[in-house]
């Protein structure tokens, strides 16, 4: 069993930035891509993107891209999303989780098996 704890929220005004990252127990972190995703009062949780396991390919939404760098360290077992040129509609809570070996659906949340509680980023305008 894996486990993922958020930290980093918090709110910022737009333009600003924010990195959150995403610490995991156990030592099978390095066997998962990991996924960022954000879910907005009474929207559907939204892919963000994703880094492999090795760390060195990266895949992001569109709007999120040019804006948000996802980066991780295996050694420690943490992720991060950095966040730069933040905007009001990036306002959600905000989780990081653990893709199945097996998924091919990056995007998807049914191709991840372990998910953190999720931290809030509010940007105001």
């Known amino acids: 069993q894996v486990q993922l704890v958020e930290s980093g929220g918090g709110s910022v005004q737009a333009g600003g930035s924010l990195r959150l990252s995403c610490a995991a127990s156990?030592?099978?972190?390095?066997?998962?891509?990991m996924g960022w995703f954000r879910q907005a009062p009474g929207k559907e949780r939204e892919y963000v993107g994703s880094?492999?396991?090795?760390?060195?390919?990266?895949y992001y939404t569109a709007s999120v891209q040019g804006r948000f760098t996802i980066s991780r360290d295996n050694a420690k077992n943490t992720g991060d999303l950095q966040m730069n040129s933040l905007k009001p509609d990036d306002t959600a809570v905000y989780y990081c989780?653990?893709?199945?070996?097996?998924?091919?659906?990056?995007?998807?949340?049914?191709?991840?098996?372990?998910w953190g509680q999720g931290t809030q980023v509010t940007v105001s305008s």
């Open positions: 989780a653990l893709r199945n070996p097996g998924a091919r659906a990056v995007t998807s949340t049914a191709s991840y098996d372990y």
């Open positions: 156990g030592r099978v972190f390095a066997n998962y891509a």
């Open positions: 880094i492999n396991r090795s760390g060195d390919s990266t």
